[in-house]
């Protein structure tokens, strides 16, 4: 489903375009995220703060800049959007607020919702400490000498599943493990840009 390219992945459906790039591209919104869970509807502005924001425009490019938090895509036949999921951003539940937002503003229910990951670093790969863990119950492993393994996709998953989400793309790649990709918890200094771009209405998503 996924594809790769030079500057990283991208995925088509018949009404939308997502990136995931190293490089910059250019957005309709400039958002200021916080690793919060306020949700942004494009309404022409140039910039905002939040992390995430939605749109029914056909052509407006939004996106969300990560490097080990997870860029989280939400696809309808009338309105895309993406969020910024961090563990901050998780636990304050960006995901919730996300099928939120599309209900309240587009008239979108969950079941009528793609939602799709792109590359964050896994459930293998992501160490945290107690008090990190604690917030996360079962979906942090305990790793020993007071660290734990934490599964954000598998703890954000879960949130859309249990509001009706009935189609789940999972992330093309772990950044941390994926050379290519830029991962904080290596020291990149560098970001991922994922996007999303609305192309017109659909019959069918994926």
């Not at 939040?50 to 990560?66: N, S």
């Not at 939400?74 to 539940?93: E, P, T, Y």
């Not at 863990?133 to 954000?152: M, Q, S, V």
């Not at 599943?161 to 918890?185: M, Q």
């Amino acid at each position: 489903m996924w594809g790769r390219i030079d500057e990283g992945f991208y995925l088509v459906g018949e009404n939308f375009e997502i990136r995931v790039s190293r490089n910059p591209i250019s957005l309709d919104l400039n958002l200021i995220q916080t690793h919060g869970a306020r949700v942004v509807i494009y309404k022409g502005q140039r910039e905002d703060i939040g992390d995430g924001a939605l749109t029914d425009r056909v052509g407006v490019v939004l996106g969300v800049k990560t490097a080990d938090c997870f860029p989280i895509f939400l696809i309808s036949k009338f309105a895309v959007g993406v969020l910024h999921a961090g563990w901050r951003g998780s636990i304050r539940g960006i995901a919730l607020e996300g099928l939120m937002a599309m209900y309240e503003n587009f008239g979108v229910k969950p079941e009528e919702i793609t939602v799709i990951f792109g590359p964050g670093i896994c459930g293998k790969c992501y160490e945290v400490g107690e008090e990190v863990a604690e917030l996360f119950g079962k979906f942090a492993i305990p790793k020993g000498n007071g660290k734990y393994l934490l599964d954000l996709y598998g703890y954000n998953r879960r949130i859309f599943e249990s509001y009706g989400v009935k189609l789940i793309v999972p992330p093309p790649a772990c950044t941390y493990e994926d050379p290519f990709l830029f991962s904080h918890r290596r020291g990149d200094k560098g970001r991922l840009y994922n996007t999303v771009k609305m192309k017109g209405y659909a019959s069918d998503i994926l």
